[in-house]
């Protein structure tokens, strides 16, 4: 069974630019999570999805991110405009379980914006 | 005080040992406890669910203490392979957005 699909796996950017992020949750599973991975603030969850319908987006550092689910195998987070203060590791996570989350994580992108 | 604390390390320790970390939450209500490792450049990935009496799975065991708030693991006869960083992670709610990641330990195996 294939496991969390992300691409692209690195994206160069320069500022001001939009980044679209993508993400397939392994089949099955109900629950997908965005995070955002730097060295200084570690793994931050910011958006999660229960069925396709977003949960909690309390995460979101601000209105330039956004993120749809517009099916059960495809997600996307989406920075417009990009800034280099977004530069981090984004990964999208999946989970069937709901009692206990156990969560699968996808390979990650590689973000840096210049 | 964070909701999850992790000591950050470096753990230098030599290929058989065996070591142990700990990780203390603040939320007397969570419910899930897990331990991820995190290889350098690589995604988190799950290493093991701790339940209240504790689990043991080949040379890692993982346990639970309530009432101090904290999880800890050991890693018995301790590999080269077992360098990484581990995770705690802990759902300190009934959302999933509660559920928390440590800032990790990092582990060193030497030879």
């Known amino acids: 069974d294939a496991g969390v699909i992300q691409s692209p796996r690195h994206e160069v950017t320069e500022m001001g630019q939009e980044v679209t992020l993508r993400c397939k949750p392994i089949?099955?599973?109900?629950?997908l999570f965005w995070y955002r991975q730097t060295m200084m603030r570690g793994l931050e969850l910011l958006i999660y999805?229960?069925?396709?319908?977003?949960?909690?987006d309390s995460g979101m550092p601000e209105d330039r991110f956004s993120a749809k689910m517009p099916n059960a195998s495809f997600s996307t987070l989406k920075i417009q405009p990009s800034e280099p203060r977004d530069s981090a590791v984004y990964f999208c996570?999946?989970?069937?379980?709901?009692?206990?989350?156990?969560?699968?994580f996808g390979p990650g992108t590689r973000l840096t914006v210049t | 005080r964070k909701e999850v604390e992790q000591d950050p390390g470096p753990f230098n320790v030599p290929e058989g040992a065996t070591v142990a970390f700990n990780c203390t939450y603040s939320?007397?209500?969570?419910?899930?406890f897990f331990w991820y490792r995190q290889d350098c450049r690589k995604e988190p990935k799950l290493l093991m669910s701790v339940y209240s009496s504790g689990n043991e799975d080949g040379r890692f065991t993982a346990q639970l203490n309530r009432a101090s708030q904290y999880i800890s693991l050991l890693i018995r006869d301790s590999k080269l392979s077992d360098s990484a960083t581990y995770l705690c992670v802990v759902n300190c709610g009934s959302s999933a957005s509660k559920i928390i990641f440590g800032s990790g330990t990092r582990l060193s195996i030497r030879p």
């Open positions: 939320n007397s209500a969570s419910q899930s």
């Open positions: 089949s099955g599973h109900d629950y």
């Open positions: 999805f229960n069925n396709n319908v977003p949960i909690d």
């Open positions: 996570a999946s989970s069937r379980d709901r009692m206990s989350y156990e969560q699968y």
